[in-house]
């Protein structure tokens, strides 16, 4: 199968896992229009027309979004490992999805005020940690193997580079 085929398939399948998540959230009503909405965003029919990393996100994203919905409401392990292994998969393919990582504070504050018990928490904590590092072990491995190149680089950018990119504040040309 060539780059095209595979991404229609994952346009395709992202409107069915958000379809999913808003039926979670609001029932058969809200899952159509989400699946509806989906299917027409410029920015998802956009991402469907190129097969680059960028594209890949979006799958991953809507599948992390699932597994969050899922466990919250089932409470099963596998759910936040889907979760988990959306967001290393994300990450491993833009480095963009790393605002992802926002789900596992959120799920632990959530999972940790209803549930007490350290050995739950522990468990959770632990599948989110090998979900995560499934993905990103390849990313680390190199990482390592160069002496932290990429890591610093991202560093660099968080601390400086960022503010040397001049924007004008005039719209003359």
Same mark, same amino acid.
């Given at each position: ?61 809507? $599948?992390? &979004?699932?597994?969050? +919905? /899922? ?5 099963? #392990?596998?759910?936040?490992? !889907?979760?988990? =292994? *959306? ?34 928490? $522990?468990? &959770?904590?632990?599948? +989110? /940690? ?5 993905? #990103?072990?390849?990313?680390? !491995?190199?990482? =390592? *193997? ?28």
């Amino acid at each position: 199968m060539g780059p095209w085929v595979v991404m229609l398939m994952f346009s395709i399948l992202f409107v069915i896992v958000m379809g999913l998540c808003g039926k979670l959230l609001g029932g058969n009503r809200l899952g159509l229009i989400t699946a509806l909405l989906t299917a027409i965003s410029p920015a998802a029919v956009g991402l469907s027309t190129y097969a680059t990393q960028h594209a890949m996100v979006e799958i991953f994203s809507g $599948l992390t &979004l699932l597994g969050f +919905l /899922v466990f919250l409401k089932t409470k099963k #392990l596998i759910f936040a490992f !889907l979760m988990a =292994v *959306s967001i290393g998969a994300a990450i491993s393919y833009h480095y963009q999805a790393i605002n992802l990582m926002l789900f596992y504070p959120v799920l632990l504050g959530l999972h940790f005020w209803k549930n007490r018990k350290i050995k739950d928490n $522990l468990k &959770l904590i632990s599948v +989110l /940690v090998l979900g995560s590092f499934i993905f #990103l072990l390849p990313l680390l !491995l190199w990482d =390592v *193997s160069r002496g932290f190149a990429n890591t610093l680089h991202l560093i660099g950018y968080f601390k400086v580079g960022q503010y040397q990119i001049y924007v004008p504040n005039s719209w003359r040309i």
